[in-house]
């Protein structure tokens, strides 16, 4: 069975940086996460999830929502099955809960709090 679990999250200040990572599991053949495109997603209270950062299969390409451009940096490290996210210059209007998801497959999510 397929799993992802994200970690990092946190409470930080405005200004501050935290590193997600996402780890997965459980794919039947070692390569098979390294084809799929990556993303994190987030969602705050009383919003809607929105994507927050892509990631291609071979890490070349990547893409940010407008509001972390700059601030976001998304990557992944296919033979450990993981993917990160490094967010500094953090704004309270990053709080939210973070997911990773990989085609059909989401992780849990983590609470990232940023306080002003």
């Known amino acids: 069975q397929v799993q992802l679990v994200e970690s990092g999250g946190g409470l930080v200040q405005a200004g501050g940086s935290l590193r997600l990572s996402c780890v997965a599991s459980?794919?039947?053949?070692?390569?098979?996460?390294?084809?799929?495109?990556l993303r994190w997603y987030r969602q705050a209270p009383g919003k809607e999830r929105e994507l927050v950062a892509s990631?291609?299969?071979?890490?070349?390409?990547?893409n940010y929502a407008d509001s972390v451009k700059g601030r976001f940096t998304i990557s992944r490290h296919n033979a450990q099955n993981t993917m990160i996210l490094q967010m500094s210059r953090l704004k309270p209007e990053d709080t939210a809960v973070y997911y990773c998801?990989?085609?059909?497959?989401w992780g849990q999510g983590t609470q990232v709090t940023v306080s002003s």
């Open positions: 459980g794919f039947l053949y070692n390569w098979t996460f390294g084809r799929y495109v």
């Open positions: 990631i291609n299969d071979s890490g070349g390409i990547t």
């Open positions: 998801n990989a085609d059909i497959y």
